[in-house]
Antibody
Framework: QVQLQESGPGLVKPSETLSLTCAVSGFSISSGYFWGWIRQPPGKGLEWIGTIYQTGTTYYNPSLKSRVTTSVDASKNQFSLRLSSVTAADTAVYYC???????????????WGQGTMVTVSS | DIQMTQSPSSLSASVGDRVTITCRASQSISNSLNWYQQKPGKAPKLLIYGASNLQSGIPSRFSGSESGTDFTLTITSLQPEDFASYYC?????????FGGGTKVEIK
């Protein structure tokens, strides 16, 4: 059974860097899938942050691209998100998810972590 | 960016009702459209991918269809466990974008 679990600080100060890790179990992160981050501000909708492949290929939301970095650690079977210069607008539940390909193109998020709430506040 | 406009934003329905939710893309996205269900405090769950393909383990009362840039999620007989929020998502181009969501409430 494939499972994803986010971890990281629940409180980050403004202007600092938010760092989250997604541990993958029951499946090798090097098995040909993309991996992604999605966030959801309280009471609002979903926003795609970015996506990474095992080779390090990345795709980012242009609205966040200047502040986002993602990486894969195949030895630990996990991937990570760093979001710099955070403000209160970055307060959200952050989800990691597996992103499938369909006909060779990015498609759907078929497996999600439970999500972790990150609050930006001094 | 491709904008995904969902309607309605909320609806009230009874158990057994047929429910239809629509998602309109701002430009052609072929059939690169996925639907998710989200319950309060939980992660989204994939229901439909590629506009009309039922994800494994999802009940057959859920179905998806497309007509040009309009996509529809239909629940043929609403069950108590279906009261939730529903989101569409396009995967045609970067950035991947979601619709604003539809909350299905009990009448």
């Amino acid at each position: 059974q494939v499972q994803l679990q986010e971890s990281g600080p629940g409180l980050v100060k403004p202007s600092e860097t938010l760092s989250l890790t997604c541990a993958v179990s029951g499946f090798s992160i090097s098995s040909g899938y993309f991996w992604g981050w999605i966030r959801q501000p309280p009471g609002k909708g979903l926003e795609w942050i970015g996506t990474i492949y095992q080779t390090g290929t990345t795709y980012y939301n242009p609205s966040l691209k200047s502040r986002v970095t993602t990486s894969v650690d195949a030895s630990k079977n996990q991937f990570s998100l760093r979001l710099s210069s955070v403000t209160a607008a970055d307060t959200a539940v952050y989800y990691c998810a597996r992103l499938r390909l369909r006909l060779g193109e990015l498609s759907d998020f078929d497996i999600w972590g439970q999500g972790t709430m990150v609050t930006v506040s001094s | 960016d491709i904008q995904m406009t969902q309607s309605p934003s909320s609806l009230s329905a009874s158990v057994g009702d047929r429910v239809t939710i629509t998602c309109r893309a701002s430009q052609s996205i072929s059939n690169s459209l996925n639907w998710y269900q989200q319950k309060p405090g939980k992660a989204p769950k994939l229901l439909i991918y590629g506009a009309s393909n039922l994800q494994s383990g999802i009940p057959s009362r859920f179905s998806g269809s497309e007509s040009g840039t309009d996509f529809t999620l239909t629940i043929t007989s609403l069950q108590p466990e279906d009261f939730a929020s529903y989101y569409c998502q396009q995967s045609h181009s970067i950035p991947l974008t979601f619709g604003g969501g539809t909350k299905v409430e009990i009448k």
